[in-house]
């Protein structure tokens, strides 16, 4: 796959994908904008299943929007520029982050708005499924953190987080994480590299800014498709990836919902929200794709294929980021190659969907996905 040229831009908070005119030989060229814009090679169709990924552009950061009607042949769509990140808010319209701006793409009528959001740039911002609400976080790990809710035009400062010093990466996660629930009504934030004697590195906000759930051993959340339930796991040791997947209700106890599994990381929930996909690890210290069924609570291993970060794309589709093994040291007993792979749940097959080496940013592009719209 290739990451597509983009368009020029409209005025200013507003953009139209259009063709590119030819500049003239007398004239000097102007640098690249660094407005948002859209570009699509495809229109795309009302009812296909769209995935939302962070994409390569032709001034650098960007969105890709893939067709995912046959979810084993994705198609590239659209190409929205100068945008970090974003989520589908209705099945043609994405709400997005661009430097201190935050807008909306119609993907019907191809425009683009935006406007002046944040006096300085941060460093990630989450959407509510709706896009009525958002979160942001400003600061770094080395100099401190602060993550913001707003909800009807306030802004509330909800965590303030010290400076956490210098840590090694981890081969699994996720590490960081920014959610809205199904539902809209909780803002999920962890950080797997706590601060220790601070706050917890899990934390749960309902929209008033009040703390609902909290956790300093708890990892890895995922929101179910409706409500407001969360998965979480429980580790059986503190910072461990063994232990329990358990699931959290608004006002209720944690329930448990598996035996205790050897490792458990890259969790996804399926579009029906019965079973959770995940990755674990072998004897060799290989990950591979499991499942485990929310209502049964019993998990299996579901492909031999090396993989990690699964991805629901289908009703019973997975899409994983093919990995190698490799001599890493810290980094784990294999490596991402920039391939994709779907995994048929119902055939147990395994296809290699494509590379996306220079597409999107990173060599595991499962983890650069950001939304996926499933109608």
């Known amino acids: 796959m290739a990451a597509l040229a983009v368009a020029g831009c409209g005025s200013t908070g507003t953009a139209t994908a259009s063709p590119t005119s030819a500049s003239s030989a007398s004239v000097s060229p102007s640098p690249p904008s660094t407005d948002p814009s859209l570009k699509c090679l495809i229109k795309p169709v009302p009812g296909h299943p769209l995935a939302l990924v962070q994409a390569i552009g032709n001034s650098g950061s960007g969105l890709g929007v893939l067709d995912l009607v046959d979810p084993l042949q994705p198609v590239q769509a659209c190409q929205l520029n100068n945008a970090s990140r974003g989520r589908f808010i209705s099945a043609m319209k994405i709400a997005f982050w661009s430097g201190q701006s935050l807008g909306t793409v119609d993907l019907a009528t191809s425009s683009v708005n935006w406007s002046r959001a944040f006096v300085d740039s941060p460093a990630n911002v989450a959407f509510s499924p709706d896009g009525s609400k958002w979160a942001y976080v400003m600061g770094d790990e080395t100099t401190g953190q602060t993550t913001h809710l707003v909800v009807a035009g306030k802004d509330q400062t909800i965590l303030t987080r010290t400076p956490i010093g210098g840590h090694g990466g981890l081969p699994y996660g996720p590490v960081d994480q920014l959610q809205f629930s199904a539902h809209g009504d909780y803002l999920l934030t962890y950080n797997a590299f706590g601060e220790k004697g601070g706050q917890p590195n899990f934390m749960v906000f309902a929209m008033d800014g009040s703390v609902a759930l909290q956790s300093a051993t708890a990892k890895f959340g995922v929101w179910d498709r409706a409500g407001n339930r969360l998965y979480f796991l429980a580790p059986t040791v503190a910072g461990a990836i063994r232990g329990q997947v358990r699931s959290w209700d608004p006002g209720g106890t944690p329930v448990v919902r598996s035996a205790v599994l050897t490792s458990y990381f890259w969790p996804a929930i399926s579009p029906d929200g019965r079973v959770l996909a995940f990755n674990s690890y072998d004897a060799k210290g290989l990950p591979h794709l499991w499942r485990l069924d ?19 794309v289908a009703a019973g589709v997975v899409w994983s980021t093919e990995e190698k093994p490799c001599a890493c040291g810290l980094g784990g007993a294999s490596e991402a190659d920039g391939k994709v792979i779907g995994h048929d749940m119902q055939s147990a097959t395994d296809t290699v969907v494509g590379d996306f080496n220079g597409f999107t940013p990173s060599q595991a592009p499962t983890r650069d996905i950001l939304d996926v719209w499933l109608g």
């Open 294 to 312: 929310i209502a049964s609570r019993l998990s299996a291993q579901i492909s031999k294929s090396i993989s990690t970060a699964p991805v629901f």
